[in-house]
């Protein structure tokens, strides 16, 4: 199964962009998901993460306030939509999911603990 994101671009500071991430096979159901992004010469960051309910949200501290995470399961889609960007959230987005449904906090926050992941998007903020 792979997830496919789309939705990345160019944006000036202070705008907005959406991402979005469904699954290749309609018969594949997400679970958990996330969003991590990976700048130039920089590890992969977590950025957001979801609970397969909707109740259970974690957010870096860097993204918090700006960029909302969210799914509609009826869809098989999670989205990230970030507001007020800035030049450092210039990286390459990557989404994931799990087959469980949810991810205990210590471990929300770890790559490591998704199984399925999209082939990741440019985000670039620049005047």
């Known amino acids: 199964v792979q997830l496919v994101e789309s939705g990345g671009g160019l944006v000036l500071p202070g705008g907005s962009l959406r991402l979005s991430c469904a699954a290749s096979?309609?018969?594949?159901?997400?679970?958990?998901v996330a969003w991590f992004r990976q700048a130039p010469g920089k590890e992969r960051e977590f950025v957001a993460h979801?609970?397969?309910?909707?109740?259970?949200?974690y957010y870096a501290s860097s993204v918090r306030g700006r960029f909302t995470i969210s799914r509609d399961n009826a869809k098989n889609i999670q989205y990230l939509q970030m507001n007020n960007l800035m030049p450092e959230d210039t990286a390459v987005y990557y989404c994931?999911?799990?087959?469980?449904?949810?991810?205990?906090?210590?471990?929300?926050?770890?790559?490591?603990?998704?199984?399925?992941w999209g082939q990741g998007t440019q985000v670039t903020v620049s005047s």
């Open positions: 994931s999911a799990d087959s469980r449904s949810r991810l205990i906090a210590s471990v929300a926050r770890d790559a490591g603990a998704y199984d399925y």
């Open positions: 096979e309609r018969t594949f159901s997400m679970g958990a």
């Open positions: 979801m609970d397969k309910s909707g109740r259970t949200i």
